[in-house]
């Protein structure tokens, strides 16, 4: 067999779960930030289509802990409210039971400004020790090796720049999911249009966050 050439003839590629992620949380004052939403939605490479929806949906709210409650200002921007938590669980219980729930390897995560979920699941990897384990591909970084010189690469602005529906629930975490979807398929298009990547492994080198919980030799798609 001769080198793959487009991304899509690529066996890895098409065999992979991409399970796009996102995070809602509190940011206490003088402590990490605490997670009180998250979401997933998986996509799968078909013929002629590029990754589409698989049917894995998961969404959760969770009770933060007593030193970081949710605050005025988070239900301003997110529209949860302190009531909307209580009677959660706790974070530690939810991502167990997303871990669990996890669809079989080979899956890797992708989210927007992918720091922010790796931390989390960084600081819960005794939890959820594959997800912990994934790397994250993040659309920041596949915008910008697919359009340089944009001023911005926040989720508002290529939401804008793109004409993506910008979701009805802003800032809640399926809501973002959705939209850093269909950002997920445009980027990718657009990556496989130009010949920037040609493998999965070269999109994963060049775009994915390795995950800390992970030593370099054990880096894989689970």
């Given at each position: 067999?001769?080198?793959?050439?487009?991304?899509?003839?690529?066996?890895?590629?098409?065999?992979?779960?991409?399970?796009?992620?996102?995070?809602?949380?509190?940011?206490?004052?003088?402590?990490?930030?605490?997670?009180?939403?998250?979401?997933?939605?998986?996509?799968?490479?078909?013929?002629?289509?590029?990754?589409?929806?698989?049917?894995?949906?998961?969404?959760?709210?969770?009770?933060?802990?007593?030193?970081?409650?949710?605050?005025?200002?988070?239900?301003?921007?997110?529209?949860?409210?302190?009531?909307?938590?209580?009677?959660?669980?706790?974070?530690?219980?939810?991502?167990?039971?997303?871990?669990?729930?996890?669809?079989?390897?080979?899956?890797?995560?992708?989210?927007?400004?992918?720091?922010?979920?790796?931390?989390?699941?960084?600081?819960?990897?005794?939890h959820c020790t594959r997800l912990a384990m994934l790397p994250v591909l993040d659309t920041i970084r596949m915008a910008r090796l697919a359009h340089p010189g944009l001023p911005r690469y926040s989720l508002d602005t290529l939401i804008d720049h793109f004409g993506l529906p910008r979701p009805e629930q802003r800032h809640r975490a399926m809501g973002d999911v959705e939209v850093t979807a269909l950002l997920f398929q445009r980027l990718l298009a657009d990556l496989a249009r130009t010949g920037a990547v040609t493998t999965l492994a070269a999109l994963a080198r060049q775009c994915a966050r390795p995950p800390k919980a992970a030593e370099p030799e054990q880096l894989t798609f689970g």
């Open positions: 067999m001769g080198p793959v050439t487009h991304l899509a003839e690529d066996p890895e590629f098409q065999q992979t779960h991409f399970v796009v992620i996102d995070f809602e949380g509190t940011t206490p004052t003088g402590h990490s930030p605490e997670p009180i939403e998250v979401a997933c939605l998986g996509l799968r490479h078909q013929p002629g289509q590029g990754p589409q929806p698989t049917g894995f949906r998961w969404e959760s709210l969770m009770r933060p802990p007593a030193h970081a409650p949710v605050t005025p200002a988070d239900t301003a921007q997110m529209g949860i409210r302190p009531e909307d938590v209580a009677g959660r669980p706790p974070a530690g219980e939810v991502l167990a039971r997303l871990d669990a729930d996890l669809p079989d390897a080979p899956t890797l995560l992708v989210a927007h400004s992918a720091a922010v979920e790796a931390g989390f699941l960084y600081r819960y990897r005794q």
